[in-house]
């Protein structure tokens, strides 16, 4: 039942900011990890941010200094606050909600593209 809606995404020249925003419903019991990934042209989907249910954060090289992942559970909203883009950030944006005791708390959204120019 959980589904996950990307958007904000859209073209950018590099160096401005971009905000990604991903809407989660059918989720009412469920405690998520909520996550972004992102599939480059001819490139394997990759990790990018985590944000557990306390706050906390991780990120992955590329994107550390640069992106800021949140979350408002009143909103069920999960956002990407990107910063200094650059055109290697280019891709398709995935948000994703991880339950390992609950299938149906686990989803992945349909995408959202971003194009970085140079």
């Known amino acids: 039942q959980v589904q996950l809606m990307e958007s904000g995404g859209g073209s950018v020249q590099a160096g401005e900011s971009l905000t990604l925003s991903c809407v989660v419903s059918?989720?009412?019991?469920?405690?998520?990890?909520m996550s972004w990934y992102r599939q480059a042209p001819g490139k394997e989907r990759e990790f990018v941010s985590v944000?557990?249910?306390?706050?906390?954060?991780m990120y992955a090289d590329p994107v550390k200094g640069r992106f800021t992942i949140s979350r408002d559970d009143a909103k069920n909203t999960l956002y990407l606050q990107m910063n200094s883009t650059k055109p290697d950030d280019t891709a398709t944006y995935y948000c994703?909600?991880?339950?390992?005791?609950?299938?149906?708390?686990?989803?992945w959204g349909q995408g959202t593209q971003v194009t970085v120019s140079s």
């Open positions: 994703h909600a991880a339950d390992p005791y609950s299938s149906n708390c686990n989803g």
């Open positions: 059918g989720h009412s019991y469920c405690r998520h990890d």
């Open positions: 944000i557990f249910e306390s706050g906390r954060a």
